[in-house]
């Protein structure tokens, strides 16, 4: 097994910008002052959010991709389930209908969530969730939900933290939304550093979980390829990576060539034939869905823009906008109903469409799956999130572009091997 080089080295945390610096929005208001856990608050359209987790930072530690909205009201008692109300942001029944998913999929599979600490609300928080959207109940009890610590065990888990908690309920409750019928697998990281992190990986699979959500992740460094083959390499395994909140520029582990990278967009009613219009989700010149080149993983076989002679990060995308978020419970360090935005609801997303769409044959790489089916997503075409050279990396377009990859779930068939 790869031992981190941890105190050698440096996460890089320039994510690689070329050309002037990246587009800002003009709907951003002036940075707040730092909110209560030290976080700066963006503003986008009357919408305000922080984010949940610590920012980017030196060495091994990865942050968290969820932001919290600080602006909405809710119309729903914060505490519990609320009949004939409806929490703000987008619900399960939102979210198939803009991806044209099946209702009630799922059974069969295990999906695996991994995270760093602990979040002692978490199935309770879950189990609110569920009964608000009359989705069938996921507890320790009934089989369907476990949470273990990154060594498997079910007692001795990591120290609570409500940051990491909140990213916990994003990512448990977008699973429910999307395959409610599936087992759910809460792997904690004992710390948030990649070698923990990546230890929880191999521990979700090791429990047998076939789809593998990754929330997080960090500046690239040279011992990214050494982590590729200790922790991401499971053929047959379907992992989604976020591909970043920090705007153009490439993070890892989403820039694995094994995983499947996990763009963000703005999703929005309208009156087409679809019903949903998307577009590249941007705040500012520091805050948006992540895109770009990977300075050290190498090209998959299956990637074929010519733009980046390595990796090349997204491959799919789903919602991310803060603006346009997904409702969410969490009472550990939150107070109830709650919307978040972020890729760290993009990439549970896609992992529990990779579900609904089944397991992935034997030594697969379901990465590439997209970009056999091109057809089968719905192509995002405007919209970017910074400058760069050749555009099609930061800004979108016909076809394959950085910030939102070949599109987002148009049903399930480019999801399947």
Same mark, same amino acid.
């Given at each position: 097994?790869?031992?981190?080089p941890?105190?050698?080295?440096?996460?890089?945390?320039?994510?690689?910008?070329?050309?002037?610096a990246?587009?800002?929005v003009?709907?951003?208001?002036?940075?707040?002052?730092?909110?209560?856990?030290?976080n700066?608050?963006?503003?986008?359209?009357g919408?305000?959010?922080?984010?949940?987790c610590?920012?980017?930072?030196?060495?091994?530690?990865?942050?968290?991709?969820a932001?919290k909205?600080?602006?909405?009201?809710?119309?729903?008692?914060?505490?519990?389930?609320?009949?004939?109300?409806?929490p703000?942001?987008f619900g399960?029944?939102?979210?198939?209908?803009?991806?044209?998913?099946?209702a009630n999929?799922?059974?069969?599979?295990?999906?695996?969530?991994?995270?760093?600490?602990?979040?002692?609300?978490?199935?309770?928080?879950?189990a609110?969730?569920?009964?608000q959207?009359?989705?069938?109940?996921?507890?320790?009890?009934?089989?369907?939900?476990?949470?273990?610590s990154?060594?498997?065990?079910?007692?001795?888990?990591?120290?609570?933290?409500?940051?990491?908690?909140?990213?916990?309920?994003l990512?448990?409750?977008?699973?429910?939304?999307?395959?409610?019928?599936a087992?759910?697998?809460?792997?904690?990281?004992?710390t948030?550093?990649?070698?923990?992190?990546?230890t929880?990986?191999?521990?979700?699979?090791?429990?047998?979980? !076939?789809?593998? *959500?990754?929330?997080? +992740?960090?500046? @690239? =460094?040279?011992?990214? %390829? &050494?982590?590729?083959?200790?922790?991401?390499?499971?053929?047959?395994?379907?992992?989604?990576?976020?591909?970043?909140?920090?705007?153009?520029?490439?993070?890892?582990p989403?820039a694995?060539?094994?995983?499947?990278?996990?763009?963000?967009?703005?999703? !929005?009613?309208? *009156?087409?034939?679809? +019903?949903?219009? @998307? =577009?590249v989700?941007? %705040? &500012?010149?520091?805050?948006?869905?992540?895109s770009?080149?990977?300075?050290?993983?190498?090209?998959?076989?299956w990637q074929?823009?010519?733009?980046?002679?390595?990796?090349?990060?997204?491959?799919?995308?789903?919602?991310?906008?803060?603006a346009t978020?997904?409702?969410?419970?969490?009472?550990? +360090?939150?107070?109830?109903?709650?919307?978040?935005?972020?890729?760290?609801?993009?990439?549970?997303?896609?992992?529990?469409?990779?579900?609904?769409?089944?397991?992935?044959?034997?030594?697969?790489?379901?990465?590439?799956?997209?970009?056999?089916h091109?057809?089968?997503?719905?192509?995002?075409?405007?919209?970017?999130?910074?400058?760069?050279?050749?555009?099609?990396?930061?800004?979108a377009?016909?076809?394959?572009?950085?910030?939102t990859?070949?599109?987002?779930?148009?049903?399930?068939?480019?999801?399947?091997?």
């Open positions: 097994m790869f031992s981190s941890t105190s050698a080295r440096v996460r890089q945390l320039a994510f690689a910008l070329t050309g002037t990246a587009l800002a003009s709907s951003l208001a002036a940075a707040a002052p730092a909110s209560a856990t030290g700066t608050v963006y503003t986008k359209g919408t305000s959010w922080v984010r949940s610590e920012t980017l930072a030196a060495g091994d530690t990865m942050a968290c991709h932001l909205v600080t602006s909405t009201v809710q119309h729903v008692s914060p505490l519990g389930v609320t009949p004939n109300a409806t703000s942001g399960p029944s939102d979210l198939l209908s803009a991806y044209k998913l099946p999929g799922g059974a069969g599979q295990t999906i695996a969530i991994v995270d760093a600490y602990n979040d002692p609300n978490a199935e309770s928080d879950m609110v969730y569920r009964a959207y009359g989705l069938p109940a996921c507890t320790t009890a009934n089989g369907c939900f476990k949470k273990v990154q060594t498997g065990s079910t007692t001795n888990l990591p120290a609570n933290n409500s940051g990491w908690a909140g990213e916990i309920s990512d448990l409750d977008m699973v429910s939304a999307i395959a409610p019928n087992k759910i697998i809460l792997v904690e990281a004992k948030a550093s990649m070698t923990n992190l990546g929880a990986v191999n521990e979700a699979v090791k429990l047998g979980a !076939k789809f593998v *959500s990754n929330s997080y +992740g960090g500046g @690239e =460094s040279s011992a990214d %390829t &050494s982590y590729d083959s200790s922790y991401f390499n499971h053929p047959g395994v379907a992992i989604t990576v976020s591909a970043g909140d920090s705007a153009y520029g490439a993070q890892y989403a694995s060539k094994y995983v499947t990278s996990v763009g963000g967009t703005a999703l !929005k009613r309208d *009156s087409s034939a679809r +019903g949903w219009s @998307e =577009s989700w941007s %705040t &500012s010149s520091t805050e948006g869905t992540g770009g080149c990977s300075a050290f993983d190498a090209k998959p076989t074929k823009d010519t733009g980046c002679a390595k990796r090349t990060i997204s491959d799919v995308s789903a919602v991310a906008d803060p978020g997904v409702a969410v419970y969490q009472t550990y +360090g939150g107070s109830g109903w709650a919307v978040y935005g972020g890729t760290s609801a993009s990439a549970p997303i896609i992992a529990g469409v990779y579900a609904l769409a089944g397991t992935p044959s034997a030594g697969s790489v379901p990465a590439s799956f997209a970009y056999s091109t057809s089968a997503l719905n192509d995002v075409t405007s919209g970017s999130n910074g400058s760069c050279s050749p555009s099609y990396l930061c800004t377009g016909a076809g394959y572009d950085g910030p990859g070949l599109g987002t779930p148009n049903g399930l068939a480019a999801f399947t091997g």
